[in-house]
């Protein structure tokens, strides 16, 4: 069949928080259980942060500075400092780029699914895009843009449309027919039937897609900056290592590590009370 | 509500009259000569439906019984308007029946697959009002009347997946039953609870066609189950199906789980009818 | 209609949109819609890829990347299955370690290719780390997920069988997780060719990265160079990702007919 590769499901990357709600039952935790629960999951960061400080401290490899210093450069340079218009910049593009390419794919995704002739007549064009290392792309992102904000976005919404597009039409074929039916049967017409049934039904795989994106759209946002670029984060930190500032490439990377970290906890977050009708019903079948 | 009295009012009437042999109302549905193949024209094509021929008049329990693979909900599909027929003449109040009609309600026997997980139960059951444009103080109002019709309480913020079986089944029913349709089609809606829940929604069923004076059509495997439940019964045969034969059930409108299906006319229709439905080694089946 | 003459068509219908689509390209380009500064024309694109494939410096560049791709992606996996394996037997260490790996899964490879590019300059060994550390976590994750997602029925049959230890991690776990691991895998290669790639481009390393880098430097002449080396990069995705969607299938074949859901792809037919 034709469109056999794009059916294959795309996976829904499970989270750790996934794999803890599946196997620990869910029920209504004493404080106790809470405070204990709380403990396990972070005696390990603490402990390998204080090794990490200790162990640092007295190093004198250029490479790895200690902790302290790393975490000094860091707040004077973004907290006090005016390298912070580095993070603007990144969460600008970043953001500009990530909303339209999840926008083209969700409606792409859409139209895919809606219009069999239209999926397979570019299945083998989609199919190839979403393989291709999206950086790969850059260097003509530049020669069609030029070295502006454009070329970021344009590359970053490019990266990030494949995986929303890919979800959101394995999202939308996955939905039981007979809700289709019951639909029909209820003549809710094609509109209501699109706004009530499909994209509802789709939204958790779709959910799992924009979060694909969102990581797709971070790497690149990242890659962009370190590629003819003037400002960023990923500038930044490429700079550090141009003139050996090792300091400087760590204290970059930890404001990195923190934008995502972040992003990613606002989108759950946002995913969770959106979908909190997808979470809960699991939750209980599995109790 | 006056509505709601005169309605009343008009279903006591309704229901006398149609108690009546001889003074039927006109048919509400009418099947004839209703054929189905699929995959008609290839050479995968198989006839699911031969020949089938019954009409149902207005406030009758019409149940469809048959052996497995019988086609019986291929037979549903086609006069619900979901699927298209291969031949025959199939009409709704007096018009061809095309696609779903209007005063149609529909209840699956997958609840779970069928109630919309994402909505409240509230919503759920609203959503063919919204689809008619109803406003929303009204349709509250008719949600909650509904829910009472079906026999539960206050769930209407809860969502499906939070209730039990039966109480989901009850939920689709209400669904079904919101906009008030002419003719509610049941595909085995009970074949996926337990024993004692099915009774209940067995006679909530009874208790809904008595209260609203509505039209019943219900496919089932239960022959229990049909004779039970229905007015007249229409036994299909094995795949591809005829009507084998439309069996009265002279029962009236007050049964009892227990009484009328421990009584000797109960058991004398079940022989004969599980006669008609199981398969036999000696005749040509 | 056959079902011969139905698999032709259906092989039509992508040869046809391949061809419409480059048909466009040339289309575009040569009319001028996009100038060659911005865009090269398909026929140039085609003639630098015979050029740059048919001797053996395009397929140099591949190998390159090819072995970053492969080591990384190696290293990644055996030290996923081990610490995955060992991690979701037992309860404490997994929970303990959760918050670690998401951390760390949190962190973009890219932003410590520079630190990395510091330590061990822009070699095939700095390619190599990038690219484990990058899909090191993700698998992990799935890895554990696999092992820990055994149905409890399975379980309690293997039990009730009299099927224990090593016999039974081989027998069950292993099968019940193999889905989840051949996904996680597939994932894993798209993203280690993708790091490969920027690692290539923005370290400097050998491969196809830098040589779609150089050449979009060199200007204008040599674009159609630079598209050839993306079409190749993309070719490598299709055959890698190709390759590692055949196994997930073949691993999930029998899992999938769990999925008692039917989509409403398969019309019944009307």
């Given at each position: 069949?034709?469109?056999?590769?794009?059916?294959?499901?795309?996976q829904?990357?499970?989270?750790?928080e996934?794999?803890?709600t599946?196997?620990?039952?869910?029920?209504?935790?004493?404080?106790?259980?809470l405070l204990?629960?709380?403990?396990?999951?972070?005696?390990?960061?603490?402990?390998?942060?204080?090794?990490?400080?200790?162990?640092?401290?007295?190093?004198?490899?250029?490479?790895?500075?200690?902790?302290?210093?790393?975490?000094?450069?860091?707040?004077?340079?973004?907290?006090?400092?005016?390298?912070?218009?580095?993070?603007?910049?990144?969460l600008?593009?970043?953001?500009?780029?990530?909303?339209?390419?999840?926008?083209?794919?969700?409606?792409?995704?859409?139209?895919?699914?809606?219009?069999?002739?239209?999926?397979?007549?570019?299945?083998?064009?989609?199919?190839?895009?979403?393989?291709?290392?999206?950086?790969?792309?850059?260097?003509?992102?530049?020669?069609?843009?030029?070295?502006?904000?454009?070329?970021?976005?344009?590359?970053?919404?490019?990266?990030?449309?494949?995986?929303?597009?890919?979800?959101?039409l394995?999202?939308?074929?996955?939905?039981?027919?007979?809700?289709f039916?019951?639909?029909k049967?209820?003549?809710?017409?094609?509109?209501?039937?699109?706004?009530?049934?499909?994209?509802?039904?789709?939204?958790?795989?779709?959910?799992?897609?924009?979060?694909?994106?969102?990581?797709?759209?971070?790497?690149?946002?990242?890659?962009?900056?370190?590629?003819?670029?003037?400002?960023?984060?990923?500038?930044?930190?490429?700079?550090?290592?141009?003139?050996?500032?090792?300091?400087?490439?760590?204290?970059?990377?930890i404001?990195?590590?923190?934008?995502?970290?972040l992003?990613?906890?606002?989108?759950?977050?946002?995913?969770?009370?959106?979908?909190?009708?997808?979470?809960?019903?699991?939750?209980?079948?599995?109790? | 509500?006056?509505?709601?009295?005169?309605?009343?009012?008009?279903?006591?009437i309704?229901?006398?009259?149609?108690?009546?042999?001889?003074?039927?109302?006109?048919?509400?549905?009418?099947v004839?000569?209703?054929?189905?193949?699929?995959?008609?024209?290839k050479?995968?094509?198989?006839?699911?439906?031969?020949?089938?021929?019954?009409?149902?008049?207005?406030?009758?329990?019409?149940?469809?019984?048959?052996?497995?693979?019988?086609?019986?909900t291929?037979?549903?599909?086609?006069?619900?308007?979901?699927?298209?027929?291969?031949?025959g003449?199939?009409q709704f109040?007096?018009?061809?029946?095309?696609?779903?009609?209007e005063?149609?309600?529909?209840?699956?026997?997958?609840?779970?697959?069928?109630?919309?997980?994402?909505?409240t139960?509230?919503?759920?059951?609203?959503?063919?009002?919204?689809?008619?444009?109803?406003?929303?103080?009204e349709?509250?109002?008719?949600?909650s009347?509904?829910?009472?019709?079906?026999?539960?309480?206050?769930?209407?913020?809860?969502?499906?997946?939070?209730?039990?079986?039966?109480?989901q089944q009850?939920?689709?029913?209400a669904?079904?039953?919101s906009?008030?349709?002419?003719?509610?089609?049941?595909?085995?809606?009970?074949?996926?609870?337990?024993?004692?829940?099915?009774f209940?929604?067995?006679?909530?069923?009874?208790?809904?066609?008595?209260?609203?004076?509505?039209?019943?059509?219900?496919?089932t495997?239960?022959?229990?189950?049909?004779?039970?439940?229905?007015?007249?019964?229409?036994?299909?045969?094995?795949?591809?199906?005829?009507?084998?034969?439309?069996?009265e059930?002279?029962?009236?409108?007050?049964?009892?789980?227990?009484?009328?299906?421990?009584?000797?006319?109960?058991?004398?229709?079940?022989?004969?009818?599980?006669?008609?439905?199981?398969?036999?080694?000696?005749?040509?089946? | 209609?056959?079902?011969?003459?139905?698999?032709?068509?259906?092989?039509?219908?992508?040869?046809?949109?391949?061809?419409?689509?480059?048909?466009?390209?040339?289309?575009?380009?040569?009319?001028?819609?996009?100038?060659?500064?911005?865009?090269?024309?398909?026929?140039?694109t085609?003639?630098?890829?015979?050029?740059?494939?048919?001797?053996?410096?395009?397929?140099?560049?591949?190998?390159?990347?090819?072995?970053?791709?492969?080591?990384?992606?190696?290293?990644?996996?055996?030290?996923?299955?081990?610490?995955?394996?060992?991690?979701?037997?037992?309860?404490?260490?997994?929970?303990?370690?959760a918050?670690?790996?998401?951390?760390?899964?949190?962190i973009?490879?890219?932003a410590?290719?520079?630190?990395?590019?510091?330590?061990l300059?822009?070699?095939?060994?700095?390619?190599?780390f990038?690219?484990?550390?990058?899909?090191?976590w993700?698998?992990?994750?799935?890895?554990?997920?696999?092992?820990?997602?055994?149905?409890?029925?399975?379980?309690?049959?293997a039990?009730?069988?009299?099927?224990?230890?090593?016999?039974?991690?081989?027998?069950?776990?292993?099968?019940?997780a193999?889905p989840?691991?051949?996904?996680?895998?597939?994932?894993?290669?798209?993203?280690?060719?993708?790091?490969?790639?920027v690692?290539?481009?923005?370290?400097?390393?050998d491969?196809?990265?830098?040589?779609?880098?150089?050449?979009q430097?060199?200007?204008?002449?040599?674009?159609?160079?630079?598209?050839?080396?993306?079409?190749?990069s993309?070719?490598?995705?299709?055959?890698?990702?190709?390759?590692?969607?055949?196994?997930?299938?073949?691993?999930m074949?029998?899992?999938?007919?769990?999925?008692?859901?039917t989509?409403?792809?398969e019309?019944?037919?009307?």
């Open positions: 069949m034709s469109d056999t590769i794009a059916r294959v499901p795309q829904i990357e499970p989270n750790t996934q794999i803890l599946r196997t620990t039952p869910r029920r209504r935790a004493s404080a106790g259980a204990r629960e709380l403990v396990v999951s972070l005696w390990l960061p603490v402990v390998l942060f204080a090794l990490w400080w200790f162990v640092s401290s007295t190093s004198t490899s250029p490479f790895f500075p200690p902790l302290s210093r790393i975490l000094e450069q860091w707040w004077s340079e973004f907290i006090i400092g005016d390298s912070v218009h580095h993070v603007f910049s990144s600008q593009n970043f953001a500009l780029g990530y909303v339209l390419g999840a926008l083209i794919g969700i409606i792409g995704g859409t139209l895919l699914w809606r219009y069999r002739f239209l999926r397979q007549g570019t299945n083998p064009i989609v199919y190839f895009l979403y393989v291709l290392p999206a950086p790969a792309l850059l260097p003509a992102m530049i020669a069609l843009f030029g070295i502006g904000q454009t070329r970021q976005v344009a590359l970053i919404a490019f990266g990030a449309v494949w995986p929303t597009l890919l979800n959101t394995d999202g939308m074929r996955g939905i039981d027919q007979v809700k039916d019951t639909a049967a209820m003549r809710l017409g094609p509109t209501r039937t699109l706004f009530s049934l499909v994209f509802r039904g789709a939204s958790p795989q779709i959910a799992a897609g924009l979060r694909a994106s969102l990581q797709v759209a971070l790497i690149l946002m990242v890659v962009t900056e370190m590629v003819a670029a003037k400002e960023g984060i990923g500038y930044f930190i490429l700079q550090a290592q141009i003139v050996f500032s090792s300091v400087k490439v760590w204290a970059g990377i404001m990195l590590v923190i934008i995502g970290t992003l990613n906890y606002l989108f759950v977050f946002i995913e969770h009370r959106v979908l909190s009708w997808y979470y809960r019903s699991r939750a209980l079948g599995n109790s | 509500m006056s509505d709601t009295t005169t309605r009343k009012a008009h279903d006591d309704r229901s006398t009259t149609a108690d009546v042999p001889g003074r039927a109302p006109s048919p509400v549905l009418s004839a000569g209703l054929r189905k193949i699929y995959n008609e024209g050479p995968t094509a198989k006839m699911a439906i031969d020949d089938v021929s019954f009409s149902v008049n207005k406030g009758e329990f019409v149940c469809i019984v048959g052996p497995s693979g019988a086609g019986k291929t037979l549903l599909r086609c006069i619900s308007g979901l699927a298209q027929a291969s031949a003449d199939l109040e007096g018009k061809p029946l095309t696609s779903v009609p005063q149609l309600g529909l209840v699956f026997q997958d609840y779970g697959r069928s109630l919309y997980p994402w909505f139960n509230a919503k759920n059951i609203g959503l063919p009002l919204t689809a008619r444009g109803m406003p929303k103080a349709r509250a109002a008719r949600i009347e509904v829910l009472s019709n079906v026999g539960l309480g206050q769930v209407e913020k809860q969502y499906p997946w939070q209730l039990s079986g039966g109480m009850r939920v689709a029913i669904r079904a039953l906009y008030r349709p002419d003719l509610l089609l049941m595909d085995e809606p009970f074949a996926s609870v337990d024993a004692q829940t099915r209940d929604l067995e006679d909530l069923v009874l208790r809904v066609r008595r209260e609203l004076g509505i039209t019943v059509v219900l496919v495997h239960d022959i229990d189950e049909a004779i039970y439940l229905a007015d007249r019964i229409v036994v299909l045969s094995g795949s591809p199906s005829r009507v084998r034969e439309i069996v059930v002279p029962f009236g409108h007050e049964r009892d789980q227990v009484a009328t299906r421990a009584s000797d006319e109960f058991l004398q229709l079940r022989r004969h009818l599980l006669d008609l439905v199981m398969p036999h080694p000696s005749s040509a089946a | 209609m056959n079902a011969l003459r139905r698999r032709s068509l259906d092989l039509l219908w992508p040869v046809l949109a391949i061809v419409v689509a480059l048909g466009l390209w040339q289309l575009l380009t040569a009319s001028g819609f996009f100038r060659p500064d911005q865009f090269p024309t398909m026929s140039a085609m003639v630098a890829f015979t050029d740059e494939f048919t001797s053996a410096k395009g397929w140099l560049s591949v190998w390159a990347t090819l072995q970053g791709w492969f080591l990384g992606l190696l290293i990644a996996s055996v030290l996923a299955l081990v610490i995955g394996s060992a991690l979701a037997f037992n309860s404490f260490a997994f929970r303990s370690a918050s670690v790996i998401e951390l760390f899964k949190a973009p490879a890219i410590i290719l520079p630190l990395v590019t510091l330590v300059g822009s070699t095939l060994d700095m390619k190599v990038l690219v484990a550390f990058g899909i090191f993700p698998l992990i994750i799935q890895v554990i997920y696999g092992v820990r997602s055994m149905d409890p029925t399975v379980l309690d049959t039990k009730a069988l009299g099927v224990h230890g090593a016999r039974r991690f081989l027998v069950v776990t292993i099968p019940s193999a989840y691991v051949a996904t996680g895998l597939r994932i894993a290669s798209a993203s280690a060719l993708i790091l490969a790639v690692a290539e481009m923005i370290a400097g390393a491969g196809i990265g830098r040589q779609i880098l150089m050449a430097n060199g200007g204008m002449t040599s674009y159609p160079r630079m598209y050839a080396y993306i079409l190749m993309g070719a490598l995705g299709l055959t890698l990702t190709g390759a590692f969607f055949l196994i997930e299938r073949k691993a074949h029998w899992h999938e007919s769990q999925r008692n859901i989509s409403n792809e019309k019944p037919a009307r």
